[in-house]
């Protein structure tokens, strides 16, 4: 079920740049649609270790519902989906790169462990 999408009162900016980015994963898909542009539901999950199908199914939808992701439907056999960053998603990427900058300083001073992005197989076939 797809919450609906919340419309304050909102406490302050950051209240509502939260309410749409909340949750572990709709970060981390931002980042892959913006690295990577068009994604495949598959290719998002295997660019996503940890992501159950369910849960990227629901952020996705919500993801949709707030603007920030497209969802373009092929009518083919097999069904074919494509998600992308709408202009909108863009633009809040682009917000959140001064965090992600704060977070790559945190892994640094910490000695924190850091995955590697895995490399885009798909590139080879375009």
């Not at 209240?15 to 068009?38: M, N, Q, R, T």
């Not at 290719?43 to 497209?70: C, F, I, N, T, Y």
């Not at 863009?90 to 850091?114: H, K, S, V």
Request: charge should be positive; charged fraction near 30%.
């Amino acid at each position: 079920m797809v919450r609906a999408t919340r419309s304050g009162p909102y406490v302050c900016g950051i209240d509502a740049a939260l309410d749409v980015v909340s949750g572990k994963w709709k970060g981390l898909i931002l980042w892959e649609l913006d690295a990577h542009g068009v994604r495949r539901f598959a290719e998002l999950r295997r660019g996503l270790p940890g992501v159950s199908e369910k849960m990227l199914a629901q952020h996705l939808r919500e993801m949709e519902a707030d603007g920030l992701v497209h969802r373009k439907v092929y009518a083919e056999v097999p069904p074919r989906v494509e998600y992308s960053l709408t202009e909108h998603g863009r633009t809040l990427n682009q917000a959140l790169g001064p965090l992600g900058a704060w977070g790559t300083e945190r892994i640094r001073r910490e000695g924190c462990e850091q995955r590697q992005p895995q490399p885009d197989t798909r590139s080879s076939l375009r």
